[in-house]
């Protein structure tokens, strides 16, 4: 079996580029190779490597927990099933959070629900001031961020617990989340390879708010004074999620789309 005989095989159950990124993580050719040597024999167990990963993704499980890897602002982090794959809506979160960030000296900053920790490393990458700490429930996604923040050289102290639970009694300067918040029961969970991500990560089994309703509830103790909270959210959930901040006594409470134009981040201060 050849180089284009593998692909060309895996073009007729998946996407082309799928099949190809499959086939240079397999058996470590690059795409020059592909191109220049295409007649370069596939040794058997690069091969049945590559078959194995060509079957789960014709399934529908998602390219980056095949190859572990996936790209978030211009780096690659490290993932598995335990945590969400990056996505690029989350630029719209970091970007703001810099925002808040310029003209302080030494903030400090907290990120829930870390995961992969893309929030809390390239914050501590690019706001390298600023004192991190990140936090997740999940033991396994708390060994990916480190993992992700040692290949990296982000300093981030994380920490496993519930939301606030790790930081008991510590103020910040900004808080910033990507919680769960597909309501339970949403179509979408069960289109683009959601089903393998994990859905404690996803969803909150209710009606999507519950961990945002947390997250502001508690959120005024942990804030120093004129400190933001901001956190992602659905597509349809901007309006709700300002009026929760109002509610809570958080003052200039806005909501900021994606590149797309869809709501995806709120967020107020508390005065």
């Known amino acids: 079996m050849t180089l284009f005989e593998a692909l060309t095989v895996a073009k007729q159950q998946i996407d082309r580029l799928d099949a190809r990124l499959l086939l240079q993580y397999a058996t470590g050719c690059s795409h020059t190779d592909l191109l ?7 040794i058997a167990p690069a091969y049945a490597q590559f078959s194995e990963w060509v079957a789960r993704r014709a399934a529908g499980e998602p390219l980056a927990y095949l190859i572990g890897e996936a790209e978030f602002r211009g780096r690659v982090f490290q993932v598995s099933p335990a945590v969400l794959i990056p996505r690029p809506e989350t630029d719209i979160l970091i970007e703001l959070a810099r925002e808040k960030l310029q003209g302080l000296e030494a903030p400090k900053v ?3 629900g870390t995961g992969s920790g893309i929030v809390a490393i390239s914050l501590a990458l690019e706001c390298p001031a600023a004192q991190i700490i990140a936090v997740d429930v999940e033991n ?85 004074p004129g400190g933001w909270l901001l956190f992602e959210h659905g ?31 709120s967020g107020a201060y508390f005065q």
Do not use: M
């Not at 969803?203 to 942990?222: K, V, Y």
């Not at 597509?235 to 869809?262: E, M």
């Open 36 to 42: 220049a040597r295409p007649e370069t024999p596939v």
């Open 110 to 112: 907290l990120d829930l």
């Open 140 to 224: 396994e996604a708390i060994f990916v961020a480190r993992n992700n923040a040692g290949r990296l050289g982000a300093n981030v102290d994380f920490r496993q617990g519930n939301w606030f639970a790790p930081v008991a009694g510590e103020q910040f300067d900004l808080i910033v989340s990507n919680p769960p918040y597909v309501a339970a029961g949403d179509p979408h969970l069960a289109l683009n390879g959601l089903p393998f991500e994990p859905q404690v990560a996803l969803t909150d089994g209710a009606d999507g708010l519950s961990c945002i309703r947390h997250i502001i509830a508690h959120a005024a103790a942990h804030l120093k």
């Open 235 to 265: 597509y349809d959930q901007g309006q709700v999620s300002r009026n929760l901040l109002s509610a809570a006594g958080f003052k200039a409470a806005f909501t900021h789309p994606d590149l797309a134009g869809i709501d995806r981040v």
